[in-house]
């Protein structure tokens, strides 16, 4: 046992890392949402669903009959990537019209804006599986669509017993540099002040001359662009989509966003790449079938002994 965990340790750390990014990218919606509204939008895996749609959408529209190389690479993971941010930004800015901000309007109670949320979710699960899949691959049911292959899975270079992939090392640079954006967005500019200082005390905010219903609706925007970014990692990565992938995708975010502290948006960065190792590493002993149970029990016992995360900080205590 020993030996395969030494023999499997860097491999599974290197999917470890990809996951990870793609998990941080999904839960940094979740956090930015709960920060400023106290609110899970459980309706976010499905804004992360629909990313994976819009980029299925461009690939089957390029028609790649060979990965790309070279500048001609860079420039459709560009088109990926901000044609996936703009639709899920754009669905997210929708669902909260639609879903969250009449309620809010009415003084309506947490558990109200939850259901709506899961009601939110449901519909766009079957909108997809009835509709757009039909549409994108002409094929009637609730069918798996799959992507071509776009970037080859050349190794880039090697640590040890494992060769990192081209592929490998896009998602985790790009997750990150798409992440330490936002990051700096929210601390350092006019909007970012807008979306702490209404975390921090809304009224006050107000009273400032800050328009709480322009921040919501820029906050749900921003959490749907990073969802939409992992949504065009993983169209390159897995090279599939369906109706559900949001499901499990969507509950390991939020684990990933509650095990980093749920409201901090560098503890879902960190919570997305240790879910991703604690997984992989666990899968080594358990076998790939335990992953998800896995990670389900991390968020059991993250509820159960530290509920405010790693990092334990939240938007509300930030100082504007």
């Not at 639609?98 to 809010?104: F, I, K, S, T």
């Not at 109200?112 to 979710?121: R, V, W, Y």
């Not at 200082?197 to 709480?212: F, H, N, R, W, Y």
Request: hydrophobic share 60%; aromatic share 8%; glycine share 10%.
């Amino acid at each position: 046992m020993l030996d395969d965990f030494a023999n499997q340790f860097l491999p599974s750390t290197v999917g470890g890392l990809v996951n990870g990014s793609i998990y941080a990218l999904i839960a940094l919606g979740y956090t930015m949402v709960y920060g400023v509204l106290r609110l899970i939008n459980f309706a976010h895996s499905e804004i992360f669903m629909i990313g994976t749609f819009a980029s299925l959408t461009v690939l089957l529209a390029i028609a790649p009959s060979a990965p790309f190389t070279g500048i001609a690479l860079v420039g459709v993971l560009v088109l990926l990537i901000v044609v996936s941010a703009v639709v899920s930004g754009a669905s997210a800015v929708v669902l909260e019209a639609v879903a969250y901000r009449p309620l809010r309007k009415r003084g309506a109670t947490r558990l109200a804006a939850l259901i709506s949320a899961i009601g939110a979710s449901l519909f766009l699960q079957e909108l997809f599986a009835l509709v757009v899949i039909d549409w994108l691959i002409d094929k009637p049911g609730r069918n798996q669509a799959s992507a071509p292959r776009f970037v080859a899975r050349d190794t880039v270079f090697e640590v040890g017993n494992v060769a990192v992939r081209l592929d490998q090392v896009i998602v985790v640079v790009a997750a990150v540099v798409v992440m330490v954006a936002l990051d700096r967005l929210v601390n350092k500019t006019r909007i970012g002040r807008g979306i702490r200082a209404t975390a921090q005390d809304p009224e006050a905010a107000v009273l400032m001359g800050v328009s709480i219903d322009n921040i919501v609706r820029v906050t749900f925007m921003l959490g749907g662009a990073m969802a939409g970014v992992a949504g065009a990692l993983y169209v390159m990565e897995i090279e599939n989509t369906g109706y559900m992938i949001g499901f499990v995708l969507g509950i390991k975010a939020f684990t990933a966003a509650v095990l980093g502290g749920i409201g901090n948006l560098r503890g879902a960065l960190m919570g997305g790449v240790v879910l991703g190792l604690i997984e992989n590493w666990g899968a080594i002993f358990l076998g790939s079938q335990w992953k998800d149970v896995i990670a389900f029990t991390v968020l059991v016992v993250v509820l159960m002994f530290r509920p405010t995360g790693i990092l334990g900080e939240s938007l509300q205590k930030a100082r504007a």
